[in-house]
């Protein structure tokens, strides 16, 4: 089996695979001051509280924009599971083709993404991934990686916005019933969610008139990404899973690395 860990700002996801099929997925919060032993004895217990063995693993492949606690993720797989982890880093095999003026410094995460949603979803194609921050990456119809824009998640927004007032007070990210609030926390609800709303529609719009194709598909991936999809038909699909998938395809197309 081949084990996926997407390491990001705020939480590790992790995916355990057998063959295509995703036997289990775990979460756990991204702690930069955690040893490789405390991140092994966390991982052991969640296979074995799921009753599955680490010696399934044949495989480990890894995404990471916490670049500090890479050297501790990768000893407790040496440490924990005896493998050494790939990680998607230059030089690996990707099946895309990058039209990036730096591919060095395209996150390995929205590379992921392009590859899962290039190879379930078709071209041309968009991802959106509503994470600590919400970037959207675009996969053209010749299957090339274009671009895309990063916007600040709605988390991160929602809480410089209360810090950087005096009487703003902190609020919940719930849906208002209005668009026009009748008080302070449906009025930064509002502005926060439907402001929200209208920017993803807004540079989805604008993305498909650039790439000339009305066609392009959308996916919405990341903690977030329900959540707006319910109020917006510019989103078509939803998959939580995108970039764990992202991660078992370019395990698969450097096996023999």
């Not at 599955?52 to 670049?67: C, K, Q």
């Not at 502005?191 to 993803?200: A, D, I, K, R």
């Not at 989103?235 to 998938?245: A, F, P």
């Amino acid at each position: 089996m081949i084990f996926t860990m997407d390491v990001g700002n705020t939480n590790i996801k992790m995916g355990l695979f057998k063959g295509k099929e995703l036997i289990k997925y775990w979460r756990l919060a991204t702690n930069r001051t955690s040893t490789s032993d405390e991140y092994g004895i966390l991982v052991t217990s969640l296979f074995h509280t799921d009753g599955l063995s680490r010696n399934l693993v044949s495989g480990v492949m890894i995404s990471s924009v916490v670049p500090s606690v890479n050297f501790t993720i990768e000893h407790m797989c040496n440490d924990y599971f005896g493998i050494a982890p790939k990680l998607v880093m230059p030089g690996i095999k990707t099946g895309l083709n990058i039209q990036y003026d730096n591919p060095q410094a395209l996150g390995s995460d929205r590379i992921c993404n392009a590859v899962a949603a290039q190879a379930y979803y078709g071209t041309p194609c968009i991802y959106i991934d509503f994470g600590t921050a919400t970037t959207f990456g675009v996969v053209n119809e010749k299957g090339s990686f274009v671009g895309g824009c990063i916007c600040p998640g709605i988390k991160i927004a929602s809480d410089a916005l209360v810090r950087g007032t005096s009487k703003l007070p902190n609020f919940e990210l719930n849906w208002p019933e209005n668009v026009i609030g009748r008080n302070t926390i449906s009025n930064l609800q509002s502005g926060m969610l439907f402001g929200y709303v209208g920017q993803v529609e807004y540079l989805i719009k604008r993305m498909k008139q650039e790439l000339n194709r009305e066609d392009t598909v959308v996916v919405a991936t990341g903690g977030m990404a329900r959540m707006i999809a319910e109020q917006t038909k510019a989103i078509d699909k939803i998959d939580g899973l995108l970039t764990l998938k992202g991660l078992r395809l370019i395990y698969e197309r450097n096996a023999e690395e």
